[in-house]
C-alpha cells in the first residue's frame, strides 16, 4: 500500500480541523470498500511526519487536537501574518456590500438616498468603501445643502472582475424562482 499515505495526506490536506486515525480509517474503509488497519493509517502518517520535517517545505504535518493536520512552520509566521493583514481589508462587512450594490446600481448617489434604501445610517460604510477606493466623490447635487454623489470607482470594477458598470448583474438576469424562500402556496 504504498499509495496510501498519498490518500492520507490528501485527506489531512482537504481537512479544515485536526483528523484523527478513526476517521482516516472510516474514509479509506469506505472508499476502498476493505478495513484498512491502523497500523498502516500510523506508518504511512509517520512517514509523512518525517517528509514534512525537511526544509524542503513551509509547512508542517502536525498532531495537534488528538488529530494531524498541515500547519506553516514558525519561520513564516511573517510573511503569513502580513498577507492575512492585507486579505482581511479586502474583505467587504455585509453592510459595506449593501451600500456598495445601491451606490453602483443608482449612482450617482447621495448618502442620504443610500441611507433611505438600507434604513440605516451608512456613514461607516461609505467612510471604508472610500478607503478602499471602491467609491468615489463624483461631485455635489443641486439639492438643499449640496449633498455630495457617490458613485464607483475603477478599482470597484477591478475588484469585481467586470468593464463597464453595464456589466452588472440586472434585475431582469435574477428569476423570480431562485428568489423566493419556501414552498409556494396554490
Do not use: W
Not at 469585481?160 to 409556494?184: R, W
Amino acid at each position: 500500500m504504498d499509495f496510501l499515505h498519498k490518500h492520507i495526506e490528501a485527506l489531512i490536506f482537504c481537512s479544515p480541523s485536526p483528523l484523527g486515525k478513526e476517521e482516516i480509517q472510516r474514509c479509506l474503509t469506505e472508499m476502498f470498500e476493505s478495513e484498512v488497519p491502523l497500523a498502516h493509517i500510523t506508518e504511512a502518517i509517520d512517514q509523512l511526519l518525517e517528509k514534512y520535517l525537511s526544509d524542503d517545505f513551509s509547512f508542517a504535518l502536525e498532531n495537534i487536537a488528538g488529530g494531524f493536520q498541515f500547519l506553516t512552520k514558525p519561520a513564516y509566521q511573517t510573511s503569513i501574518g502580513i498577507l492575512l493583514k492585507q486579505q482581511s481589508q479586502k474583505r467587504l462587512s455585509t453592510a459595506q456590500l449593501e451600500t456598495l450594490s445601491i451606490i453602483a446600481y443608482k449612482q450617482p448617489v447621495t448618502k442620504t438616498e443610500v441611507e433611505q434604501i438600507r434604513g440605516v445610517n451608512c456613514d461607516y460604510s461609505i467612510q471604508k468603501l472610500l478607503e478602499k477606493e471602491l467609491i468615489a466623490i463624483k461631485g455635489k447635487a443641486d439639492s438643499i445643502g449640496k449633498p455630495l454623489l457617490y458613485g464607483t470607482s475603477d478599482k470597484f470594477k477591478e475588484y469585481f472582475g467586470i468593464n463597464s458598470i453595464q456589466d452588472l448583474p440586472q434585475p431582469k438576469d435574477f428569476s423570480e424562482e431562485e428568489n423566493q424562500i419556501g414552498a409556494q402556496k396554490e
